[in-house]
């Protein structure tokens, strides 16, 4: 290594140490587990464990079921946990608590949000969105027109067709508003009323965006809205989904998913499904109390936290990391938008061998995540990431590039799960 | 009390006594973590945590979320627990192992297999089911119905007139084994042979069937079914669902919920939605980890069982708190048939005051439930109830009726969950 790039990394990490101590974010990770020996990137794929949850998921375990048991429901509160988990949740995604409930997983609650919007438009057909959207938006958009028929299809457009693709015939328009992929990021605010004029509405998927950075679904004029708990939120592994209604549609909305949680009054136990008032109808069976109690619980997690400030600090991680990268490891190409506004909590670059390398740098100790064909991942969560952990990040990438640490065939075998 | 009386009751709690010393399946219950001074007859509604469970699920969150992080989807083998489990209840259920999945709601799973069973008969618009169904599979099947639209109906009769009410116009009829409320069972193999005879397709639902007694789906040649994993599986409240799928009828099912989960390459990232392969194409979003470990931990309580002889001590159990009920409490009117055969592993009464009395008796260590309107539900669970607790069940619930112990205002006043 030169002299002059040895001084160039020791200023960087010089700069990033700086930048830890007057973080005024720094104070939240020990409300985090995070293990030994890892730099963790991929918090935007599975959120890392809370501190304390285990112990309090004991307690769910061994004295509200084991000791309880069926009296939970009313003494451990079980019965109102959605409710509870939800108002979380809306504080996060500026939502009004009863416009939000939470259960089932996000798929269900796409097939929810988008056969509730077709309840309230039943002279359009199409649903549009984007090409490269989450896959599983696409394919329960697809299902639904399938199960449907009479005309109903699924219709797609890219980020830079979009707007001209919204014509007389959609009824709604289903956006992951970042892209899970690039980490480009729509302009909610700007697409939902442009979607509005056209006469559709606006389902907006927040799987990237719940607890990564400020969202502001009523100001917005969002029509619906679901999103992913296991993200950003860090409910565990396939925790429960979310899923917003607009106060002005929520008495209006047919419940595709009729369940006898959505009942008026389910222990009425009445032949006759009557929905409930409000929020309530879009709940379906009955909640998974495990998952919602580690969901709740890693929910306060955000307790106190400013989420401008995490913003700030999510964009100040983005920056360094891409200049860190660009500067060490020139073969990577850069597919996220420089541009601050335009992007979410995530980085990602392009490299032909992208899925070897992400294998080589998690064996490593940097964990991100491989997306096909060829884009390497990394999720920037500013409640446990120090600034001097992208440093160190962009070291240990550098390293396996220069050594060529991925050029080994254990790498290249993919995995189930990538 | 009468000396002939005192005397009676003291054979009684011999009998139970010699049946206990006898019982081949008393060396189960130390599976099985049971509350001080609570005799449980509710598993029924809530299976009791399983011995175990709770440190296992601490290594789950501490170890395999907290440590391996999202690589636990590779390492900790969270991306095959589905089938994992799946294999368990199948084995229970009297099914094929590749005939099974296990997620989402028990809900959620009745509108998966109702809309699958739609796609194999197109040509017909009737999905019948039972007046006194548990209230969410005639809510799931209306839901679905309003859904469709275009003649598609959900048309209900009773356990008398369901043979007769099997019509040309019936694509497939949803009826649920063992009555929720009555505990009355319907011939699975009789009825499925003659709904095939009709032409239409036989969907059963096991939430009171599984983990209860032996289960013959493929025997039965039953076309689908559903079951609940927190009641006699003991998977805790709102433990994740199963799903069976005939195996003649795998790749013919179109799913309606089309997830990624369900796609035959979900890695792939692919724009077009494709079926897995099998019963894979019936599971929809990511897996729920936390709730299926428990599910998962939950049915090791079952290794080695014989469910011939749960069956026979089910019976009973049943036989006995009948004997004792009717003998103790002659106000209260039996409504489980008395005929084995005719019934599941639950014993019914009725009492115009039956909320307050299950209050009291709850108050008083015995745990049922109230089914409204007026029915006091008990369940019996073999793996972990003896005869002895059945006997002190019964003189427990004689001293909440001899000394109206029910007859206070606050066992009037009923609780959000029944």
Not at 73 to 96: E, F, H, R, T
Not at 188 to 214: K, N, V, Y
Not at 320 to 344: D, W, Y
């Amino acid at each position: 290594m030169s002299i002059a790039k040895q001084n160039q990394d020791t200023d960087m990490m010089a700069s990033a140490q700086e930048s830890d101590r007057l973080d005024p974010l720094k104070d939240y990770r020990p409300r985090f587990t995070l293990p030994e020996g890892v730099i963790y990137l991929d918090g935007n794929s599975l959120g890392v464990l809370p501190a304390g949850l285990s112990d309090r998921m004991s307690d769910v375990i061994e004295r509200q079921w084991g000791e309880r048991l069926v009296r939970g429901w009313n003494d451990a509160g079980w019965i109102d946990l959605p409710s509870q988990v939800a108002g979380k949740i809306a504080a996060l995604v500026g939502a009004g608590a009863n416009c939000v409930t939470v259960g089932d997983s996000t798929s269900i609650n796409v097939f929810k949000v988008l056969s509730a919007a077709l309840s309230l438009r039943p002279d359009r057909r199409v649903i549009l969105s984007d090409r490269n959207n989450f896959p599983t938006d696409l394919y329960v958009a697809d299902g639904l027109t399938r199960l449907l028929g009479q005309g109903y299809e699924l219709k797609l457009a890219t980020a830079d067709t979009m707007e001209e693709a919204v014509d007389e015939t959609v009824v709604a328009v289903l956006l992951t508003e970042v892209d899970y992929r690039t980490g480009e990021r729509y302009d909610m605010e700007a697409m939902t009323r442009h979607i509005h004029g056209r006469g559709a509405l606006a389902i907006w998927d927040l799987c990237h965006s719940a607890g990564a950075f400020p969202v502001h679904l009523d100001a917005a004029g969002a029509d619906f809205a679901i999103g992913c708990g296991y993200k950003y939120l860090n409910g565990g592994p396939g925790a429960p989904a979310f899923l917003y209604v607009a106060e002005r549609h929520l008495n209006d909305v047919a419940p595709a998913l009729s369940g006898w949680m959505g009942h008026d009054a389910p222990f009425a136990f009445t032949t006759d499904y009557r929905p409930a008032d409000g929020i309530g109808r879009m709940k379906v069976g009955t909640p998974p109390i495990l998952s919602l109690s580690a969901l709740n619980i890693a929910l306060d997690a955000f307790e106190g936290v400013d989420m401008a400030l995490v913003r700030q600090k999510s964009q100040e991680l983005c920056d360094r990391f891409i200049a860190e990268v660009e500067h060490r490891c020139p073969e990577l190409e850069l597919v996220t938008p420089r541009v601050r506004e335009q992007r979410g909590s995530q980085v990602s670059f392009r490299h032909p061998e992208g899925y070897a390398i992400m294998q080589a740098l998690i064996a490593n100790g940097v964990i991100g995540d491989f997306r096909a064909p060829d884009i390497l991942r990394f999720g920037m969560t500013p409640l446990y990431l120090r600034h001097t952990d992208i440093v160190a990040a962009a070291e240990i990438l550098e390293r396996v590039l220069r050594q060529k640490l991925w050029d080994r065939e254990e790498y290249r075998t993919r995995a189930k799960v990538t």
